[in-house]
């Protein structure tokens, strides 16, 4: 049943030129961003660049553990490219009346929702194997020696990035669903991630200092659960575990998500 959903969205994208171009550019950039760092750092030593008296060239950037975290983390930054695409596969179905005539074919709300499922899974297990393939091989290539126990260390983070895709791409679903309309969708999911509440999470910390409530923003959820790593190459703590309390928190607004989509779908379109 799985496969003939994710046959079904695959059919509906296959021949969509503006689906082709952003998934290609988004692979060919995670594959760029997570295969080059060796080479920038090596082109920074040679311009003379330090990070504290360090040489960029001796960061033990690949080493096993810490390849997870930080392949992670770079990675993370590409997660706007996988939510335009499940933007654009939403909001076609309402300009192109898809959603409808699936439904007079005999698609139940709560089939519709399990084939979009299938594809925000089926994108964010790709990209977690990617990243994985990518950090072994370089770990490999470019690391100081290897341990298994080693490279079986901080995998979690690889569960954690996929958990923060799942929640970001529902996230960018229910604004589609909300907007049907794939600019504004795009431009409202923008605004909200870049401006809107980075500016309330500001307003909080100046007026309150960490308030408790910054941790429940959507966009703040899903982001710490993997933090900044690469201050250890400067010896600053970093926190270099998934904390219990931020996971808890992503699967919370990823359940919240998942359950506005099915009462918007099945409002607008059963009733």
Known sequence: MIIKY?????LKLKNYKTFIRLASLYFILLLLILSSVKILLSWMASAGAEFEGISP???????????WQNLTYLASYLKFFLAFIVIISVTNEYSYRTIR???????????FLIAKQTMIVAFSLFNMLVIWLSGTLMGLFYGSGFSFSLYMMDMEFLLAH???LLTFLNLAMLISVLFKKAG???IGLCFYAIF????LVGILNYKFDDH???TLFPINAVNNLIEIPFHRYVFMEIQDFIKVSSALIAI???IISIGLNYILIAKRDIN
Request: hydrophobic fraction near 55%; glycine fraction near 2%.
């Open 162 to 164: 996929f958990l923060e």
């Open 184 to 186: 504004f969708a795009i």
């Open 101 to 111: 005539q699936n439904i007079i074919d005999g698609m139940s709300p709560t089939e």
């Open 6 to 10: 994710l046959q079904i969205e695959w």
């Open 196 to 199: 809107l509440e980075p500016a």
């Open 57 to 67: 060239d001796i960061i033990p950037f690949y080493n096993f553990p810490d390849v």
């Open 212 to 214: 408790w409530l910054i």
């Open 252 to 254: 919370a607004w990823l």
